[in-house]
Antibody, heavy 120, light 107 residues
Framework: EVQLLESGGGLVQPGGSLRLSCAAS????????MSWVRQAPGKGLEWVSV????????YYANSVKGRFAIFRDNSKNMLSLQMNSLRAEDTAVYYC?????????????WGQGTLVTVSS | DIQMTQSPSFVSASVGDRVTITCRASQGINNWLAWFQQKPGKAPKLLIYAASSLQSGVPSRFSGSGSGTDFTLTISSLQPEDFATYYC?????????FGQGTKVEIK
């Protein structure tokens, strides 16, 4: 069974940094691209970033470009999101999601999410 | 960026009703569209991919159609467990983008 377990969320002050992690199991992690998607409280879904299986390609939403960095460690089956210069509008539940091998990489499944709150 | 617009934003329906949700892309995305279901406090779940392909384990009352810019998710006979929020997402280009969501509530 595929399992994705996010961690690292919490309360951080504006301008601060936080690193999220996503521990993967139940599939060959090194073969799949992985994504982060977030959801602000009471709002819709916002795609954040994607990293290819071999870390050769990364893409970011315009709202986080230059502040967030996605990376992975295939030896540890771990996906990470380094978030710097955090703003109040980054407050959200952050989900990691596995991308299918076929097609453009459909997001399935998703982890349970970790809450990031940016506030003074 | 490709904008995804869902309609309606809110649907009030009864068990057994047929429900249709539409999603329009601001430019052509071929059939690179997915539909997700999200229940309160839970992670989204993939229902439909490539516009019309049913994800494994998803009941056959869910179906998707469309290509290019206009897409539809249909629930043929609404069940109590289907009351949730539904999102479309384009996978044609980066950045990936989602529709704003359609909440399906009990009438």
């Amino acid at each position: 069974e595929v399992q994705l377990l996010e961690s690292g969320g919490g309360l951080v002050q504006p301008g601060g940094s936080l690193r999220l992690s996503c521990a993967a199991s139940g599939f060959t992690f090194s073969k799949h691209a992985m994504s982060w998607v977030r959801q602000a409280p009471g709002k819709g879904l916002e795609w954040v970033s994607v990293i290819s299986a071999n870390s050769g390609s990364t893409y970011y939403a315009n709202s986080v470009k230059g502040r967030f960095a996605i990376f992975r460690d295939n030896s540890k089956n771990m996906l990470s999101l380094q978030m710097n210069s955090l703003r109040a509008e980054d407050t959200a539940v952050y989900y990691c999601a596995k991308q299918a091998l076929a097609g453009p990489g459909w997001l399935d499944p998703w982890g349970q999410g970790t809450l990031v709150t940016v506030s003074s | 960026d490709i904008q995804m617009t869902q309609s309606p934003s809110f649907v009030s329906a009864s068990v057994g009703d047929r429900v249709t949700i539409t999603c329009r892309a601001s430019q052509g995305i071929n059939n690179w569209l997915a539909w997700f279901q999200q229940k309160p406090g839970k992670a989204p779940k993939l229902l439909i991919y490539a516009a019309s392909s049913l994800q494994s384990g998803v009941p056959s009352r869910f179906s998707g159609s469309g290509s290019g810019t206009d897409f539809t998710l249909t629930i043929s006979s609404l069940q109590p467990e289907d009351f949730a929020t539904y999102y479309c997402q384009q996978a044609n280009s980066f950045p990936r983008t989602f529709g704003q969501g359609t909440k399906v509530e009990i009438k």
